[in-house]
């Protein structure tokens, strides 16, 4: 148990839908990433927050917003969903923001699009 | 921008059998590499990891080592057990220190 929790576990929705995926981090941890496990794209980073503000941007979709909230709590927002957003999203948190802290992962969320 | 790549799966092998993934990446400067392994239905643990070049990294029986000179860093065990069965990711952190970028993952299937 990494101490990262991810809810809910399985969430199944339509196409069009808009679904909001929350993580909390280890205690202490001040930074959380999200990342989505497809099987076409494989393990992509998302972005990362760091006390409250976005750190870092990766491949995320303009449809998706994510929020980091002052207990630190962050929630993903995925909104008009396609049935290609069907993945496992992960939520990692570390202390700080990048070297030379080691990102946690939690279970992970399967979203399914249907 | 970095990546990296690593075998494709699956690799079945038989229990105490020997298990090498290759892994190599590109990236500008001086990342950190690591090696993660996902159980089945469950998230990513760090396995190992390496900071610089010729590092060793090793947990639980598997080792790493990071060359730079080849941009490599390959995974091994000696002696695999069932409950090595998993996906293994390569990952690299970059100078930035920010993101990981992984790679594809390797399936790995240990029979009795």
């Known amino acids: 148990d990494s101490g990262v929790t991810q809810t809910p576990k399985h969430l199944i929705t339509a196409t069009g839908q808009r679904v909001t995926l929350r993580c909390s981090p280890r205690s202490g941890d001040l930074s959380v990433y999200w990342y989505q496990q497809s099987l076409d794209q494989g393990l992509q980073f998302l972005i990362q927050?760091?006390?409250?503000?976005?750190?870092a941007k990766g491949n995320i979709l303009e449809r998706f917003s994510a929020q980091q909230f002052p207990d630190l709590h962050s929630e993903l927002n995925l909104s008009s969903l396609e049935l290609g957003d069907s993945a496992l999203y992960f939520c990692?948190?570390?202390?700080?923001?990048?070297?030379?802290?080691?990102?946690?992962f939690g279970p992970g969320t399967r979203l399914t699009v249907t | 921008g970095n990546s990296v790549t690593q075998m494709e799966g699956p690799v079945t092998l038989s229990e105490e059998a020997f298990l090498t993934i290759n892994c190599t990446y590109t990236a500008t400067g001086y990342p950190s590499l690591f090696w993660y392994v996902q159980y089945p239905g469950e998230g990513l643990q760090l396995l190992l990891k390496?900071?610089?070049?010729?590092d060793k990294g090793s947990n639980k029986g598997f080792e790493a080592t990071y060359r730079k000179e080849t941009t490599s860093f390959h995974l091994e065990k000696g002696s695999v057990q069932v409950s090595d069965s998993a996906v293994y990711f390569c990952a690299l952190r970059g100078a930035a220190g920010n993101k990981l970028t992984f790679g594809g993952g390797t399936r790995v299937l240990v029979k009795p």
């Open positions: 990692a948190s570390s202390v700080g923001a990048g070297d030379p802290y080691e990102q946690y």
């Open positions: 390496a900071t610089k070049a010729d």
């Open positions: 927050y760091y006390n409250g503000e976005e750190r």
